[in-house]
């Protein structure tokens, strides 16, 4: 069984810094695409960055150009440098990894338990 484990959540204030962390039990490079998704209170969960196996990564539109997601393969982690934190982006962040098989045609995805983010104003 696939475990991930993140780690780094805080209370920081509005424009700081924070960096979190996802350990894997199993080699990173078992996975397709790594990644960050988070839920605020009484909303969806949300897409935030992704990396694939490949190292492209990609973004949401609201932290562009402040979150930063990097991995280490030599560690089994990704990692989500966030910089300039807003009070919207105050959610529980989970780590994520999927697994695409082309023979079954089927996404098998796994999740953290998740780490709280809360930025203060």
């Known amino acids: 069984q696939v475990q991930l484990v993140e780690s780094g959540g805080g209370l920081v204030q509005s424009g700081g810094s924070l960096r979190l962390s996802c350990a894997t039990s199993?080699?990173?490079?078992?996975?397709?695409?790594m990644g960050w998704y988070r839920q605020a209170p009484g909303k969806q969960r949300e897409f935030v960055a992704g990396?694939?196996?490949?190292?492209?990564?990609s973004y949401a539109d609201s932290v562009k150009g402040r979150f930063t997601i990097s991995k280490d393969n030599a560690k089994d982690s990704v990692f989500l440098q966030m910089n300039n934190l807003k009070p919207e982006d105050t959610a529980v962040y989970y780590c994520?990894?999927?697994?695409?098989?082309?023979?079954?045609?089927?996404?098998?995805?796994?999740w953290g338990q998740g780490t709280q983010v809360t930025v203060s104003s």
């Open positions: 990396i694939t196996l490949s190292g492209s990564t």
């Open positions: 994520n990894a999927y697994v695409l098989s082309p023979v079954l045609k089927r996404r098998t995805d796994y």
């Open positions: 199993a080699s990173i490079s078992n996975f397709n695409s």
